[in-house]
């Protein structure tokens, strides 16, 4: 169980998603879970081990890390990315419900292709428009929450290279060296502009769907007068 | 051997599953195993070796941590998610059974070997209510080992070998118990589906139960009511019938010797009823 599973779940949402929604998905893959995946998970691999503090009081090392770093980084990251990706199962589940419904109806009456039904498309729309754009508006909201978070946490982007701490019980301050500083900086920065990336992509299919279906219903009076 | 294999198995229950439990399956599969795979268990990889104590004593670090930590809570956890995906697993081995009994007798036994009627449902219901014990179980065990969920920074230890009280202090305490948290939400989350699932199966099939019988009573009351046509129609006897409820009824046409005579008593509805 990791993060292929999930890809392969989101992936049977991908032939019923918008074009935007497939690219969505496309940079989610490659340029967050692969990127956490095969690069920073190295990075902050020895996060704790090369986290040194100028002091030989036992204790006091532990308790600055867990003071400065109350959640990691990349355990972050991997909720983030958990987060926003489960708001796409919704339509799976409502995809997965319409077709278990016609397969009811139909293997009653006729011979049924399975394979058929299940490589069908379905179009958005109707309660399926409904499920699909909330589950993009969640998408935003976990985005923004965990852009927040991110941000309150550790005081913005950057990763000092000194820390000053004076948690007991290390001995008044004391300072701390973070380990690869700079490298961290980047991947944080990186991850934060593709968190922003996707924000604007689902901030335009949301639009997109928005405005197709007000497209839509004022061509409906038209048609019946 | 990995998780993989357990979601392997446990993706064959949700054919089986009603709408509740599918989406039972899908907050394990994914707020329970994948974040477990993907971020927990880093989170206590090195636990033993970041613990540490202000002494230089050999093995207090040691018994220390023995002490403190019994079973790792990372290892509670996967226990946990094991014995609470398993009893799903009874679900699949019955349809099996149930698969193998229509190949052996080479006829068709059941309207469908996955539907969920009787001896399925029995076993449905007892694989939910495993689940709910198994859930409760290891949440009362979480709490009572380490009193509580939290996970303090410092904890204090006076164990041989180490002299006096020794300060030993944990790593990584609050993104623990973050985690911690996290498994009893979705914990409960999980013991409220489960429950919920319970009562609609058990508050379904007692509706059609229900009304199985009474459309059973009605039938057979339809099919009273058909036999009482068949009698020679004559004037007394129909408004005899139609009047009467439930005393005895004497259909007779004495002037008609080829007729029949019906009696209809008390105890002759009462056993074509039952």
Redesign the interface.
Known sequence: ???G??QKVLGGVNKHSTSIGKIWLTVLFIFRVMILVVAA?RVWGDE??DFVCNTL???C???C??HF????H??LW??QL?FV??PA?LVA?HI??RRHEKKRQLTSSEKVDIEELNKQKFHIQGPLWWTYTCSIFFRIIFEAVFMYVFYVMYDGYQMPRLLKCSAW?CPNTVDCFVSRPTEKTMFTIFMLSVSGICMLLNVAEMCYLVIKFCMKAPRKPATLN | M???F??DILSGVNKYST?IG??WL?IV???R???Y???AE??WK?EQK?F????RQPGCENVCFDHFFPVSQIRLWALQLIMVSTPSLLVVLHVAYRKSREKRHKQKLYKNPGSMDGGLLFTYLISLIFKTGFEIGFLVLFYKLYGGFNVP??VKCDMRPCPNTV?????????KK?FLYFVVVTSCLCIVLNVSELSYLIFKYTIKCCLQRYDKKVQIMKSECQKLKYIDPDETARTALFHSNASPVLVNTPDKPESKTYLLTREEDKNDIA
């Open positions: 169980m990791d993060w599973s999930l998970e704790q081990s009081q036992p204790g090392k532990n308790v890390y867990d770093f109350p959640i990691s990349i355990r991997a909720l958990i990706s489960t199962l589940m997965a419900h019980p | 990995s998780w993989g357990l979601r709408g599918r989406i899908a599969f994914i707020f195993l994948l974040v795979v993907v971020a880093h989170v090195d970041e540490e104590c202000n002494i920074r410092l300060d030993c202090y944990i790593s990584k305490p609050t993104e973050v």
